[in-house]
């Protein structure tokens, strides 16, 4: 059974970076799809970036194209979510996701494995 584990969470000024980590233990991580997504309070769950078991396609949502970088290491059984020019509607808890699939995938229903979460709050 796949267990995700998210960090890396924190309060940060308008502009600013910060990085997300997402563990995984169980199953075979080389050939699980990840993703992240992020939910604020009163909205659904949105994709925010997703990546191929072999790192070379990516996804991202309209909102953080060209700020948010995924990125996937299979020897570490992790992923990383690197977040730049943060905004105050990035502020959401996000999620790691994980799919046991090849096709990389960008709704939420797809994906079935879920970490616990991890909350980003930036500030204006």
Same mark, same amino acid.
């Given at each position: 059974?796949?267990?995700l584990v998210e960090s890396g969470g924190d309060f940060v000024?308008?502009?600013g970076s910060l990085r997300l980590s997402c563990s995984?233990?169980?199953?075979?991580?080389?050939?699980?799809? !990840?993703?992240w997504f992020r939910q604020a309070p009163g909205n659904e769950r949105q994709f925010v970036a997703a990546i191929s078991w072999t790192g070379g396609t990516?996804?991202?949502g309209d909102s953080v194209k060209g700020r948010f970088?995924?990125?996937?290491?299979?020897?570490?059984?992790?992923?990383?979510?690197? !977040?730049?020019s943060l905004k105050p509607e990035d502020t959401a808890v996000y999620y790691c996701a994980a799919r046991?699939?090849?096709?990389?995938?960008?709704?939420a229903r797809e994906f079935n494995i879920w970490g616990q979460g991890t909350q980003v709050t930036v500030s204006s």
């Open positions: 059974q796949v267990q000024q308008a502009g995984v233990s169980g199953g075979t991580f080389s050939t699980i799809v !990840m993703g990516t996804r991202y970088t995924i990125s996937r290491s299979n020897a570490k059984n992790s992923v990383w979510l690197q !977040m730049n046991q699939s090849v096709r990389v995938a960008t709704t």
